[in-house]
Protein backbone atom coordinates (compact mmCIF):
# COMPACT_ATOMS: atom_id res chain seq x y z
CA UNK A 1 0.00 0.00 0.00
CA UNK A 2 3.01 2.47 1.06
CA UNK A 3 4.34 2.29 -2.61
CA UNK A 4 1.33 2.55 -4.48
CA UNK A 5 1.11 6.02 -2.45
CA UNK A 6 4.51 6.96 -2.68
CA UNK A 7 4.71 5.74 -6.80
CA UNK A 8 1.78 8.18 -7.26
CA UNK A 9 2.96 11.01 -5.39
CA UNK A 10 6.14 10.82 -7.54
CA UNK A 11 3.84 10.48 -10.83
CA UNK A 12 1.84 13.86 -9.48
CA UNK A 13 4.85 15.15 -9.14
CA UNK A 14 6.71 14.71 -12.03
CA UNK A 15 3.49 15.38 -13.83
CA UNK A 16 3.05 18.55 -11.86
CA UNK A 17 7.04 19.61 -12.65
CA UNK A 18 6.53 19.03 -16.51
CA UNK A 19 3.39 21.68 -17.12
CA UNK A 20 5.07 24.63 -14.98
CA UNK A 21 7.98 24.02 -16.89
CA UNK A 22 6.42 23.57 -19.86
CA UNK A 23 2.96 26.49 -19.55
CA UNK A 24 4.51 29.20 -17.55
CA UNK A 25 5.43 32.31 -19.67
CA UNK A 26 6.51 35.74 -18.44
CA UNK A 27 5.19 38.48 -19.94
CA UNK A 28 6.53 42.21 -20.10
CA UNK A 29 2.92 44.20 -19.24
CA UNK A 30 2.69 48.08 -20.57
CA UNK A 31 1.94 50.93 -17.72
CA UNK A 32 3.03 54.03 -16.63
CA UNK A 33 6.38 54.41 -15.94
CA UNK A 34 8.12 57.40 -13.47
CA UNK A 35 11.03 58.97 -15.54
CA UNK A 36 14.09 59.55 -13.02
CA UNK A 37 15.39 63.35 -12.88
CA UNK A 38 18.54 65.20 -11.83
CA UNK A 39 18.17 67.91 -9.60
CA UNK A 40 20.05 71.27 -9.43
CA UNK A 41 20.31 73.88 -6.79
CA UNK A 42 20.97 77.60 -7.49
CA UNK A 43 21.50 80.58 -5.29
CA UNK A 44 18.89 83.57 -5.65
CA UNK A 45 20.61 85.13 -8.57
CA UNK A 46 21.71 81.83 -10.71
CA UNK A 47 19.63 81.31 -13.84
CA UNK A 48 19.32 77.78 -13.59
CA UNK A 49 22.44 76.72 -15.61
CA UNK A 50 22.77 73.05 -15.12
CA UNK A 51 24.98 72.42 -17.84
CA UNK A 52 27.94 72.59 -16.16
CA UNK A 53 27.08 71.93 -12.38
CA UNK A 54 26.67 68.38 -10.35
CA UNK A 55 23.54 67.38 -9.47
CA UNK A 56 22.84 67.50 -5.82
CA UNK A 57 19.81 67.22 -3.93
CA UNK A 58 16.58 66.02 -3.69
CA UNK A 59 13.86 67.28 -5.97
CA UNK A 60 9.83 68.31 -6.12
CA UNK A 61 8.82 66.94 -9.02
CA UNK A 62 7.65 63.92 -10.47
CA UNK A 63 7.35 63.40 -14.18
CA UNK A 64 5.33 60.51 -15.63
CA UNK A 65 4.52 58.56 -19.25
CA UNK A 66 1.05 57.95 -19.61
CA UNK A 67 0.06 55.06 -21.89
CA UNK A 68 1.08 51.91 -22.79
CA UNK A 69 4.50 52.06 -21.96
CA UNK A 70 7.29 48.67 -21.36
CA UNK A 71 11.70 49.59 -20.42
CA UNK A 72 13.69 49.13 -22.67
CA UNK A 73 16.95 49.43 -21.43
CA UNK A 74 19.26 53.09 -22.52
CA UNK A 75 20.09 54.98 -25.29
CA UNK A 76 23.37 56.53 -24.87
CA UNK A 77 22.83 56.33 -21.48
CA UNK A 78 18.93 57.72 -21.36
CA UNK A 79 16.22 55.44 -20.24
CA UNK A 80 14.41 54.00 -23.17
CA UNK A 81 10.75 52.73 -23.59
CA UNK A 82 8.83 50.91 -26.15
CA UNK A 83 5.48 52.56 -26.71
CA UNK A 84 2.01 51.51 -28.44
CA UNK A 85 0.99 54.71 -30.48
CA UNK A 86 -2.58 53.07 -31.23
CA UNK A 87 -2.85 53.83 -27.33
CA UNK A 88 -2.90 57.62 -26.02
CA UNK A 89 0.45 58.89 -25.09
CA UNK A 90 1.62 61.50 -23.14
CA UNK A 91 4.19 62.92 -20.70
CA UNK A 92 2.48 64.32 -17.01
CA UNK A 93 4.01 65.76 -14.13
CA UNK A 94 3.24 66.04 -10.65
CA UNK A 95 4.39 68.78 -7.96
CA UNK A 96 4.66 68.44 -4.36
CA UNK A 97 1.63 70.71 -3.19
CA UNK A 98 2.54 70.94 0.22
CA UNK A 99 4.86 73.73 -1.39
CA UNK A 100 2.26 75.34 -2.39
CA UNK A 101 0.20 75.44 1.12
CA UNK A 102 3.59 75.42 3.42
CA UNK A 103 3.63 78.54 5.76
CA UNK A 104 5.98 81.74 5.66
CA UNK A 105 8.24 80.23 7.81
CA UNK A 106 8.94 76.62 5.81
CA UNK A 107 9.66 76.33 2.57
CA UNK A 108 7.35 77.45 -0.18
CA UNK A 109 6.89 78.20 -3.50
CA UNK A 110 7.16 81.61 -4.92
CA UNK A 111 7.54 83.59 -7.95
CA UNK A 112 10.15 84.41 -9.74
CA UNK A 113 10.92 87.14 -11.98
CA UNK A 114 13.50 85.63 -14.72
CA UNK A 115 13.14 84.40 -17.74
CA UNK A 116 16.02 82.87 -18.20
CA UNK A 117 16.83 79.13 -17.84
CA UNK A 118 19.82 77.12 -18.49
CA UNK A 119 20.06 78.31 -21.91
CA UNK A 120 16.65 79.03 -22.93
CA UNK A 121 15.06 82.53 -22.51
CA UNK A 122 11.25 82.21 -22.23
CA UNK A 123 9.09 84.83 -23.29
CA UNK A 124 7.46 85.87 -20.34
CA UNK A 125 8.48 85.24 -15.91
CA UNK A 126 8.81 81.87 -15.18
CA UNK A 127 6.38 82.94 -12.14
CA UNK A 128 5.70 79.88 -9.84
CA UNK A 129 7.38 77.20 -12.05
CA UNK A 130 8.14 77.30 -15.76
CA UNK A 131 8.43 73.75 -17.55
CA UNK A 132 10.48 73.45 -21.06
CA UNK A 133 10.26 70.23 -23.60
CA UNK A 134 13.02 69.90 -25.92
CA UNK A 135 13.21 67.08 -28.28
CA UNK A 136 16.72 65.46 -30.20
CA UNK A 137 17.01 63.29 -33.05
CA UNK A 138 20.80 61.95 -30.94
CA UNK A 139 20.53 62.87 -27.45
CA UNK A 140 23.21 66.01 -28.27
CA UNK A 141 21.38 68.58 -29.79
CA UNK A 142 18.28 69.76 -28.27
CA UNK A 143 15.46 71.50 -29.86
CA UNK A 144 12.78 73.27 -27.91
CA UNK A 145 9.33 72.36 -28.51
CA UNK A 146 7.23 73.24 -25.81
CA UNK A 147 7.06 76.10 -23.16
CA UNK A 148 4.84 76.75 -19.89
CA UNK A 149 5.31 79.54 -17.46
CA UNK A 150 3.62 80.18 -13.91
CA UNK A 151 2.55 76.18 -14.36
CA UNK A 152 1.75 75.60 -10.64
CA UNK A 153 -0.02 78.40 -9.73
CA UNK A 154 -3.41 76.14 -10.88
CA UNK A 155 -3.20 72.05 -10.84
CA UNK A 156 -0.53 70.50 -9.14
CA UNK A 157 -0.86 67.82 -11.57
CA UNK A 158 -1.51 67.49 -15.45
CA UNK A 159 -0.63 66.16 -18.44
CA UNK A 160 1.57 68.78 -21.02
CA UNK A 161 2.93 67.34 -23.36
CA UNK A 162 2.00 64.53 -26.41
CA UNK A 163 4.41 62.84 -28.35
CA UNK A 164 3.66 63.06 -32.69
CA UNK A 165 3.02 60.64 -34.49
CA UNK A 166 6.44 61.23 -36.41
CA UNK A 167 8.41 61.42 -33.34
CA UNK A 168 7.01 58.06 -32.08
CA UNK A 169 7.75 56.57 -35.61
CA UNK A 170 11.24 57.11 -35.66
CA UNK A 171 12.35 57.08 -32.20
CA UNK A 172 13.12 60.39 -30.21
CA UNK A 173 15.18 61.82 -27.41
CA UNK A 174 12.70 63.88 -24.72
CA UNK A 175 14.52 66.29 -22.20
CA UNK A 176 11.83 67.79 -19.79
CA UNK A 177 13.66 71.39 -17.64
CA UNK A 178 11.64 72.17 -14.52
CA UNK A 179 12.53 75.26 -13.01
CA UNK A 180 11.12 76.92 -10.00
CA UNK A 181 12.31 79.00 -6.58
CA UNK A 182 11.38 78.20 -3.10
CA UNK A 183 11.42 80.78 -0.42
CA UNK A 184 10.88 80.77 3.73
CA UNK A 185 10.76 83.63 6.34
CA UNK A 186 14.13 84.32 8.67
CA UNK A 187 14.52 85.41 11.20
CA UNK A 188 13.68 89.38 11.42
CA UNK A 189 16.53 92.15 12.09
CA UNK A 190 16.42 95.56 13.66
CA UNK A 191 18.08 98.73 12.15
CA UNK A 192 17.59 101.16 14.66
CA UNK A 193 13.71 101.39 14.72
CA UNK A 194 13.28 99.64 11.35
CA UNK A 195 12.23 96.30 11.69
CA UNK A 196 13.41 94.45 8.60
CA UNK A 197 11.96 90.95 7.50
CA UNK A 198 14.80 88.48 5.80
CA UNK A 199 14.24 85.56 3.78
CA UNK A 200 15.93 82.97 2.22
CA UNK A 201 15.79 81.36 -1.11
CA UNK A 202 16.96 78.77 -3.12
CA UNK A 203 16.19 77.89 -7.06
CA UNK A 204 15.85 74.42 -8.45
CA UNK A 205 16.59 72.84 -11.76
CA UNK A 206 15.08 69.28 -12.52
CA UNK A 207 15.94 67.43 -15.65
CA UNK A 208 14.23 64.40 -17.03
CA UNK A 209 15.32 62.65 -20.13
CA UNK A 210 14.23 59.38 -21.88
CA UNK A 211 13.95 58.18 -25.39
CA UNK A 212 10.78 56.85 -26.65
CA UNK A 213 9.61 54.91 -29.78
CA UNK A 214 6.57 52.70 -31.29
CA UNK A 215 7.48 48.97 -30.40
CA UNK A 216 5.25 47.66 -33.70
CA UNK A 217 6.85 50.14 -35.96
CA UNK A 218 10.78 49.36 -35.43
CA UNK A 219 13.31 47.48 -33.84
CA UNK A 220 15.88 49.50 -31.99
CA UNK A 221 16.93 53.55 -33.29
CA UNK A 222 14.50 53.99 -36.70
CA UNK A 223 16.85 56.59 -37.90
CA UNK A 224 19.51 54.20 -37.98
CA UNK A 225 18.81 50.63 -38.21
CA UNK A 226 15.18 51.02 -40.35
CA UNK A 227 15.21 50.87 -44.34
CA UNK A 228 14.76 54.54 -45.10
CA UNK A 229 15.86 56.65 -47.75
CA UNK A 230 17.85 60.10 -47.44
CA UNK A 231 16.54 62.53 -50.20
CA UNK A 232 17.71 66.02 -50.78
CA UNK A 233 20.79 68.72 -50.67
CA UNK A 234 20.44 72.18 -49.70
CA UNK A 235 21.35 74.90 -52.11
CA UNK A 236 21.24 78.80 -52.18
CA UNK A 237 18.85 80.46 -54.48
CA UNK A 238 18.95 84.36 -55.87
CA UNK A 239 15.96 85.36 -55.57
CA UNK A 240 12.78 85.30 -53.60
CA UNK A 241 11.15 82.85 -56.00
CA UNK A 242 13.89 79.89 -55.07
CA UNK A 243 15.04 79.86 -58.34
CA UNK A 244 18.65 80.26 -59.84
CA UNK A 245 21.40 78.39 -57.79
CA UNK A 246 24.12 80.29 -56.28
CA UNK A 247 27.11 78.67 -54.71
CA UNK A 248 27.41 78.67 -50.67
CA UNK A 249 30.76 79.89 -49.94
CA UNK A 250 32.28 80.58 -46.57
CA UNK A 251 30.76 83.61 -46.29
CA UNK A 252 27.25 82.23 -46.55
CA UNK A 253 25.70 82.25 -43.04
CA UNK A 254 24.18 78.59 -44.28
CA UNK A 255 28.24 77.11 -44.97
CA UNK A 256 28.96 73.96 -42.97
CA UNK A 257 25.57 72.74 -41.63
CA UNK A 258 22.36 71.71 -42.35
CA UNK A 259 18.95 71.97 -41.13
CA UNK A 260 17.48 68.42 -41.22
CA UNK A 261 17.17 65.60 -43.50
CA UNK A 262 13.99 64.48 -45.64
CA UNK A 263 13.58 60.78 -45.30
CA UNK A 264 11.07 57.80 -46.54
CA UNK A 265 10.02 54.76 -44.26
CA UNK A 266 7.08 52.47 -44.38
CA UNK A 267 8.23 51.03 -47.87
CA UNK A 268 9.19 47.35 -48.32
CA UNK A 269 12.40 48.03 -50.33
CA UNK A 270 14.05 50.65 -52.71
CA UNK A 271 16.14 50.41 -56.15
CA UNK A 272 18.42 53.10 -58.10
CA UNK A 273 17.90 53.04 -61.88
CA UNK A 274 19.67 55.21 -64.18
CA UNK A 275 20.14 57.42 -61.33
CA UNK A 276 16.14 57.36 -60.79
CA UNK A 277 15.44 56.33 -57.07
CA UNK A 278 12.27 53.85 -56.35
CA UNK A 279 10.74 53.39 -53.48
CA UNK A 280 9.17 49.54 -53.49
CA UNK A 281 5.63 48.85 -51.29
CA UNK A 282 3.50 46.09 -50.47
CA UNK A 283 -0.51 46.20 -50.23
CA UNK A 284 -0.99 47.71 -46.39
CA UNK A 285 2.75 49.73 -46.59
CA UNK A 286 2.26 52.94 -46.07
CA UNK A 287 4.99 55.01 -47.15
CA UNK A 288 5.69 58.00 -45.34
CA UNK A 289 7.86 61.35 -46.05
CA UNK A 290 9.03 63.10 -43.14
CA UNK A 291 11.65 65.61 -41.95
CA UNK A 292 13.50 65.33 -39.08
CA UNK A 293 14.98 68.74 -37.88
CA UNK A 294 18.25 68.86 -36.35
CA UNK A 295 18.34 72.50 -35.28
CA UNK A 296 16.67 74.99 -33.32
CA UNK A 297 14.71 77.56 -35.64
CA UNK A 298 15.55 80.42 -33.14
CA UNK A 299 19.41 79.33 -32.85
CA UNK A 300 20.69 78.17 -35.88
CA UNK A 301 23.53 76.39 -35.92
CA UNK A 302 23.95 77.53 -32.16
CA UNK A 303 24.32 80.96 -33.01
CA UNK A 304 21.86 83.57 -31.41
CA UNK A 305 21.80 85.86 -34.77
CA UNK A 306 21.02 83.19 -37.31
CA UNK A 307 16.93 82.16 -37.19
CA UNK A 308 14.66 80.80 -39.53
CA UNK A 309 12.26 83.85 -40.32
CA UNK A 310 8.80 84.19 -41.90
CA UNK A 311 8.74 84.57 -45.34
CA UNK A 312 5.64 86.77 -45.78
CA UNK A 313 6.13 87.36 -49.59
CA UNK A 314 7.31 83.86 -51.23
CA UNK A 315 6.96 82.16 -53.86
CA UNK A 316 7.88 79.61 -55.98
CA UNK A 317 8.93 79.42 -59.60
CA UNK A 318 9.43 76.17 -60.61
CA UNK A 319 5.66 74.84 -59.10
CA UNK A 320 4.75 78.11 -60.53
CA UNK A 321 2.93 78.63 -57.04
CA UNK A 322 1.71 82.61 -56.74
CA UNK A 323 3.06 85.00 -53.49
CA UNK A 324 1.87 84.19 -50.57
CA UNK A 325 2.70 84.04 -47.03
CA UNK A 326 5.10 81.10 -46.74
CA UNK A 327 5.60 81.70 -43.13
CA UNK A 328 8.92 79.80 -41.42
CA UNK A 329 9.22 77.27 -44.22
CA UNK A 330 6.62 75.80 -46.95
CA UNK A 331 7.08 71.84 -47.88
CA UNK A 332 5.41 71.46 -51.84
CA UNK A 333 4.57 68.47 -52.53
CA UNK A 334 3.54 67.44 -56.23
CA UNK A 335 2.54 63.92 -57.38
CA UNK A 336 2.05 62.54 -61.35
CA UNK A 337 -0.10 59.17 -61.53
CA UNK A 338 0.34 56.77 -63.62
CA UNK A 339 -1.47 58.47 -66.89
CA UNK A 340 0.99 60.72 -66.51
CA UNK A 341 -1.47 63.48 -64.94
CA UNK A 342 0.42 66.40 -63.24
CA UNK A 343 -1.59 67.54 -60.01
CA UNK A 344 -1.91 70.61 -58.06
CA UNK A 345 1.16 70.71 -55.79
CA UNK A 346 0.03 70.48 -52.30
CA UNK A 347 1.53 73.26 -50.02
CA UNK A 348 2.52 73.25 -46.31
CA UNK A 349 3.17 76.80 -45.33
CA UNK A 350 5.10 77.12 -42.22
CA UNK A 351 6.00 73.74 -41.85
CA UNK A 352 9.25 74.66 -39.99
CA UNK A 353 7.45 75.92 -37.14
CA UNK A 354 4.64 73.10 -37.46
CA UNK A 355 7.92 70.16 -36.48
CA UNK A 356 7.91 71.98 -33.06
CA UNK A 357 4.31 71.83 -32.60
CA UNK A 358 3.15 68.92 -29.92
CA UNK A 359 -0.04 68.83 -32.00
CA UNK A 360 1.11 68.98 -35.64
CA UNK A 361 1.57 65.77 -37.96
CA UNK A 362 3.79 66.79 -40.60
CA UNK A 363 4.60 63.28 -41.78
CA UNK A 364 3.03 63.61 -45.71
CA UNK A 365 2.03 59.89 -45.81
CA UNK A 366 1.91 58.80 -50.15
CA UNK A 367 0.44 55.39 -50.39
CA UNK A 368 -0.19 55.96 -54.50
CA UNK A 369 2.20 54.84 -57.12
CA UNK A 370 3.53 57.59 -59.12
CA UNK A 371 6.37 59.85 -59.12
CA UNK A 372 6.67 63.01 -56.90
CA UNK A 373 8.59 66.04 -56.46
CA UNK A 374 9.48 67.80 -53.62
CA UNK A 375 10.74 71.36 -52.33
CA UNK A 376 11.57 72.82 -48.89
CA UNK A 377 11.82 76.85 -49.09
CA UNK A 378 12.84 78.59 -46.35
CA UNK A 379 14.43 82.54 -45.94
CA UNK A 380 16.98 82.27 -42.96
CA UNK A 381 17.63 85.57 -41.20
CA UNK A 382 20.87 87.06 -39.76
CA UNK A 383 21.16 89.69 -37.40
CA UNK A 384 24.48 90.55 -37.36
CA UNK A 385 24.30 94.37 -36.93
CA UNK A 386 22.55 95.36 -33.28
CA UNK A 387 22.28 98.33 -31.62
CA UNK A 388 20.82 98.87 -27.96
CA UNK A 389 19.57 95.34 -28.30
CA UNK A 390 17.94 95.58 -31.31
CA UNK A 391 18.51 94.48 -34.91
CA UNK A 392 19.16 96.49 -37.91
CA UNK A 393 19.25 95.56 -41.31
CA UNK A 394 19.32 92.20 -40.56
CA UNK A 395 20.39 90.54 -43.87
CA UNK A 396 18.06 87.68 -44.92
CA UNK A 397 18.98 84.65 -47.71
CA UNK A 398 17.16 81.69 -49.53
CA UNK A 399 17.65 78.41 -49.57
CA UNK A 400 15.95 75.47 -50.93
CA UNK A 401 15.75 71.32 -50.54
CA UNK A 402 14.61 69.60 -53.56
CA UNK A 403 14.00 66.31 -54.84
CA UNK A 404 12.33 63.68 -56.84
CA UNK A 405 11.54 59.87 -56.36
CA UNK A 406 9.06 57.17 -57.43
CA UNK A 407 6.39 55.10 -55.57
CA UNK A 408 6.04 51.65 -56.80
CA UNK A 409 4.38 48.17 -56.06
CA UNK A 410 7.12 45.59 -55.66
CA UNK A 411 4.64 43.12 -56.59
CA UNK A 412 5.49 41.26 -60.42
CA UNK A 413 2.61 39.30 -60.76
CA UNK A 414 -0.97 39.59 -61.94
CA UNK A 415 -3.99 37.85 -60.67
CA UNK A 416 -6.06 35.50 -63.15
CA UNK A 417 -9.66 34.83 -62.91
CA UNK A 418 -12.23 32.11 -64.55
CA UNK A 419 -14.64 34.49 -66.64
CA UNK A 420 -17.43 32.34 -65.78
CA UNK A 421 -16.80 30.95 -62.33
CA UNK A 422 -14.85 33.88 -61.06
CA UNK A 423 -12.42 31.54 -59.15
CA UNK A 424 -9.06 32.29 -59.64
CA UNK A 425 -6.55 30.50 -62.11
CA UNK A 426 -3.17 29.94 -61.14
CA UNK A 427 -0.38 28.54 -63.16
CA UNK A 428 -1.06 25.71 -65.41
CA UNK A 429 -4.57 25.60 -64.28
CA UNK A 430 -7.34 25.01 -67.54
CA UNK A 431 -10.17 26.53 -68.17
CA UNK A 432 -13.36 26.05 -70.96
CA UNK A 433 -14.64 29.04 -70.31
CA UNK A 434 -11.80 32.09 -70.64
CA UNK A 435 -9.91 34.54 -67.87
CA UNK A 436 -9.43 37.91 -67.01
CA UNK A 437 -6.68 39.51 -65.83
CA UNK A 438 -6.44 42.11 -62.73
CA UNK A 439 -3.60 43.85 -62.50
CA UNK A 440 -4.19 44.78 -58.65
CA UNK A 441 -4.03 48.32 -59.03
CA UNK A 442 -0.69 48.04 -59.82
CA UNK A 443 -0.54 50.92 -62.59
CA UNK A 444 3.18 50.32 -63.56
CA UNK A 445 3.81 46.60 -65.02
CA UNK A 446 4.44 45.74 -68.27
CA UNK A 447 2.12 42.86 -68.86
CA UNK A 448 2.29 40.86 -72.20
CA UNK A 449 0.17 37.83 -73.74
CA UNK A 450 1.06 35.39 -75.70
CA UNK A 451 -1.82 32.84 -77.52
CA UNK A 452 -0.82 29.66 -79.08
CA UNK A 453 -2.59 26.93 -80.66
CA UNK A 454 -1.32 23.52 -82.02
CA UNK A 455 -2.36 22.56 -86.30
CA UNK A 456 -1.54 19.95 -88.12
CA UNK A 457 1.26 19.89 -89.68
CA UNK A 458 3.83 17.66 -91.94
CA UNK A 459 5.42 16.36 -88.27
CA UNK A 460 1.79 16.21 -86.41
CA UNK A 461 0.63 18.43 -84.01
CA UNK A 462 2.98 21.97 -84.10
CA UNK A 463 2.77 25.69 -82.08
CA UNK A 464 1.60 28.12 -84.14
CA UNK A 465 1.81 31.62 -82.27
CA UNK A 466 -1.81 33.40 -83.00
CA UNK A 467 -1.05 36.84 -81.72
CA UNK A 468 1.68 37.89 -78.42
CA UNK A 469 0.86 41.56 -77.88
CA UNK A 470 0.51 44.25 -75.02
CA UNK A 471 -2.18 43.24 -71.69
CA UNK A 472 -4.92 45.57 -70.21
CA UNK A 473 -6.43 45.48 -66.90
CA UNK A 474 -9.96 43.72 -66.85
CA UNK A 475 -9.52 42.34 -70.45
CA UNK A 476 -10.92 38.97 -70.94
CA UNK A 477 -10.15 35.91 -73.01
CA UNK A 478 -12.05 33.06 -74.25
CA UNK A 479 -10.74 31.70 -77.33
CA UNK A 480 -9.19 28.57 -76.69
CA UNK A 481 -5.43 28.14 -76.94
CA UNK A 482 -2.45 28.13 -74.72
CA UNK A 483 -1.59 31.85 -72.68
CA UNK A 484 1.54 32.42 -71.67
CA UNK A 485 1.50 35.69 -69.31
CA UNK A 486 4.81 37.56 -68.63
CA UNK A 487 4.96 40.24 -66.07
CA UNK A 488 7.61 42.94 -65.87
CA UNK A 489 8.31 45.33 -62.86
CA UNK A 490 11.08 47.78 -63.88
CA UNK A 491 11.97 49.47 -60.81
CA UNK A 492 11.93 45.89 -58.93
CA UNK A 493 13.97 44.39 -61.52
CA UNK A 494 11.74 41.49 -61.52
CA UNK A 495 10.31 38.84 -64.07
CA UNK A 496 7.64 36.50 -63.94
CA UNK A 497 5.37 34.37 -65.91
CA UNK A 498 2.24 31.99 -65.82
CA UNK A 499 1.16 29.68 -68.20
CA UNK A 500 -3.07 29.00 -68.84
CA UNK A 501 -4.82 26.80 -71.30
CA UNK A 502 -8.32 27.49 -72.84
CA UNK A 503 -10.34 24.77 -74.25
CA UNK A 504 -10.66 21.35 -74.31
CA UNK A 505 -7.73 19.65 -76.40
CA UNK A 506 -6.38 17.11 -73.28
CA UNK A 507 -2.98 17.12 -75.26
CA UNK A 508 -2.45 20.80 -73.95
CA UNK A 509 -4.22 20.51 -71.09
CA UNK A 510 -1.80 17.57 -70.13
CA UNK A 511 0.89 20.05 -71.67
CA UNK A 512 0.20 23.35 -69.41
CA UNK A 513 -0.38 21.08 -66.46
CA UNK A 514 3.21 18.98 -66.53
CA UNK A 515 5.11 21.12 -68.12
CA UNK A 516 6.35 18.02 -70.58
CA UNK A 517 6.68 18.54 -74.28
CA UNK A 518 3.96 17.98 -76.21
CA UNK A 519 5.72 14.75 -78.40
CA UNK A 520 6.38 12.98 -75.08
CA UNK A 521 3.15 13.53 -74.04
CA UNK A 522 1.74 12.29 -77.77
CA UNK A 523 4.18 9.43 -77.49
CA UNK A 524 2.62 8.72 -74.10
CA UNK A 525 -1.22 8.70 -75.19
CA UNK A 526 0.23 6.53 -78.75
CA UNK A 527 1.41 3.94 -75.45
CA UNK A 528 -1.64 3.50 -73.99
CA UNK A 529 -1.92 6.43 -71.30
CA UNK A 530 -4.73 8.29 -70.68
CA UNK A 531 -5.87 12.00 -69.87
CA UNK A 532 -8.01 12.87 -67.30
CA UNK A 533 -9.86 16.49 -67.79
CA UNK A 534 -7.66 18.25 -65.60
CA UNK A 535 -4.83 17.58 -67.69
CA UNK A 536 -3.46 14.60 -65.45
CA UNK A 537 -1.60 11.81 -67.06
CA UNK A 538 -1.96 8.01 -66.20
CA UNK A 539 0.01 5.67 -67.53
CA UNK A 540 -1.09 1.91 -68.49
CA UNK A 541 0.63 1.29 -64.73
CA UNK A 542 -1.57 3.59 -63.07
CA UNK A 543 1.37 6.17 -61.92
CA UNK A 544 -0.24 9.60 -62.61
CA UNK A 545 1.68 12.73 -63.73
CA UNK A 546 0.13 15.77 -62.59
CA UNK A 547 1.69 19.19 -61.41
CA UNK A 548 4.59 19.87 -59.02
CA UNK A 549 2.94 22.27 -56.63
CA UNK A 550 5.23 24.19 -56.93
CA UNK A 551 4.75 24.82 -60.54
CA UNK A 552 1.59 26.23 -59.46
CA UNK A 553 3.01 29.85 -58.53
CA UNK A 554 3.71 31.97 -60.94
CA UNK A 555 7.34 31.65 -62.18
CA UNK A 556 9.94 34.79 -60.83
CA UNK A 557 13.36 36.17 -61.85
CA UNK A 558 15.01 38.39 -60.26
CA UNK A 559 16.30 40.35 -63.48
CA UNK A 560 19.37 42.70 -61.48
CA UNK A 561 22.46 42.10 -62.65
CA UNK A 562 23.78 41.88 -59.02
CA UNK A 563 20.72 39.28 -57.92
CA UNK A 564 20.26 36.61 -61.25
CA UNK A 565 18.52 34.27 -58.50
CA UNK A 566 15.65 35.72 -56.67
CA UNK A 567 16.60 35.12 -52.86
CA UNK A 568 13.75 33.53 -49.75
CA UNK A 569 14.34 34.80 -47.06
CA UNK A 570 14.27 31.68 -44.07
CA UNK A 571 12.44 31.96 -40.62
CA UNK A 572 14.92 32.97 -38.17
CA UNK A 573 15.98 30.32 -35.77
CA UNK A 574 15.62 30.62 -32.68
CA UNK A 575 19.03 32.42 -30.78
CA UNK A 576 20.58 30.15 -28.35
CA UNK A 577 20.80 32.78 -25.71
CA UNK A 578 17.07 32.52 -26.08
CA UNK A 579 16.46 28.99 -26.07
CA UNK A 580 18.83 28.51 -23.21
CA UNK A 581 16.94 31.42 -20.92
CA UNK A 582 13.81 29.36 -22.26
CA UNK A 583 15.55 25.97 -21.01
CA UNK A 584 16.77 27.85 -17.57
CA UNK A 585 13.26 28.73 -16.95
CA UNK A 586 12.02 25.53 -17.18
CA UNK A 587 14.87 23.66 -15.22
CA UNK A 588 14.41 26.17 -12.26
CA UNK A 589 10.65 25.38 -12.28
CA UNK A 590 11.34 21.32 -12.29
CA UNK A 591 14.39 21.63 -9.67
CA UNK A 592 12.00 23.16 -7.47
CA UNK A 593 9.08 20.81 -7.74
CA UNK A 594 11.66 17.84 -7.14
CA UNK A 595 13.01 19.26 -4.01
CA UNK A 596 9.29 19.92 -3.16
CA UNK A 597 8.51 16.51 -3.62
CA UNK A 598 12.12 15.63 -2.01
CA UNK A 599 11.52 17.06 1.48
CA UNK A 600 7.51 15.60 1.12
CA UNK A 601 9.43 12.09 0.81
CA UNK A 602 11.86 12.91 3.89
CA UNK A 603 9.08 14.08 6.10
CA UNK A 604 6.50 11.20 5.09
CA UNK A 605 9.40 8.60 5.60
CA UNK A 606 10.26 10.48 9.49
CA UNK A 607 6.61 9.81 10.43
CA UNK A 608 6.34 6.08 9.34
CA UNK A 609 9.20 5.42 11.72
CA UNK A 610 8.19 7.20 14.49
CA UNK A 611 4.48 5.65 14.01
CA UNK A 612 5.97 1.69 14.08
CA UNK A 613 6.57 -0.24 17.17
CA UNK A 614 8.96 -3.41 16.02
CA UNK A 615 10.13 -4.38 12.86
CA UNK A 616 10.42 -8.12 12.93
CA UNK A 617 13.77 -9.15 10.25
CA UNK A 618 10.90 -9.87 7.80
CA UNK A 619 9.79 -6.55 7.80
CA UNK A 620 12.97 -4.79 8.50
CA UNK A 621 14.27 -6.29 5.24
CA UNK A 622 11.07 -5.43 2.97
CA UNK A 623 11.27 -1.90 4.40
CA UNK A 624 14.78 -1.30 3.60
CA UNK A 625 14.20 -2.25 -0.01
CA UNK A 626 11.34 0.19 -0.21
CA UNK A 627 13.21 2.79 1.20
CA UNK A 628 16.38 1.92 -1.15
CA UNK A 629 13.82 2.05 -3.89
CA UNK A 630 12.32 5.21 -2.94
CA UNK A 631 15.48 6.92 -2.58
CA UNK A 632 16.50 5.20 -6.17
CA UNK A 633 13.86 7.20 -7.83
CA UNK A 634 14.40 10.46 -6.19
CA UNK A 635 18.29 10.28 -7.14
CA UNK A 636 16.69 9.44 -10.90
CA UNK A 637 14.45 12.01 -11.03
CA UNK A 638 17.27 14.65 -10.16
CA UNK A 639 19.48 13.18 -12.22
CA UNK A 640 17.23 13.01 -15.23
CA UNK A 641 16.82 16.51 -14.88
CA UNK A 642 20.26 17.40 -14.89
CA UNK A 643 20.72 15.63 -17.32
CA UNK A 644 18.10 17.75 -19.40
CA UNK A 645 20.02 20.87 -18.57
CA UNK A 646 23.22 19.45 -19.78
CA UNK A 647 21.52 19.25 -22.95
Known amino acids: ?54 ATGTGHVDISIVGDVTGDGARKGIPAYAVNKEEPVSFSYAFDSKLIDA ?87 KILFVTKKNYDYQKYAEVFKAYLYDKDGYTDSSLDNIEKVRLGKRIRTEDEGYARQKDIDKDDPHYGWDLGEF ?57 EISQTDFGRGTLIVQYTDADGITHDPQIYNNYLEANLSPKANTAVKLCEEGDYEVALDYEVQNDNKVVFGKSIFP ?75 KARDGEIYTDDGIYTITVKNKAAELESEKKIYVGTNKILKAYVLTGLPIPEIQDKVGQGATIAENGTIIETSGKEIDQDPELAEDVVTDTAEINETAEVAEQPEETESVA ?25 AVMKKKKKPVITATDESIEEKLDAELEGKIETEIEDTREGKDR
Open 1 to 54: MGKKIIGAILVSACVFSATISATIVVHAVGRDVNVTGDVYEFSKKDSYGFENSE
Open 103 to 189: ADEEWHLVSDKSKKVNDVTLDEDIQKGAMVLQISNDGEKWITVDESVNVFAGETTASFYEPTELELLNGCYYRVIVAYELGKKGKDS
Open 263 to 319: FISGFTSKNTIDGKKYVLKNVGDTVTLGFYLSQDIDKLNGKDALSISRDKDGYDKAF
Open 395 to 469: EKTHYRIAFSFSVRNSNCMVYTFDSVTGSELKNGNVTDNGFKIDLANSQYLDVGVKREILEDGADGLTEDTKFNR
Open 580 to 604: ESKFNKSFDFGVVAVAVLAAFLFFF
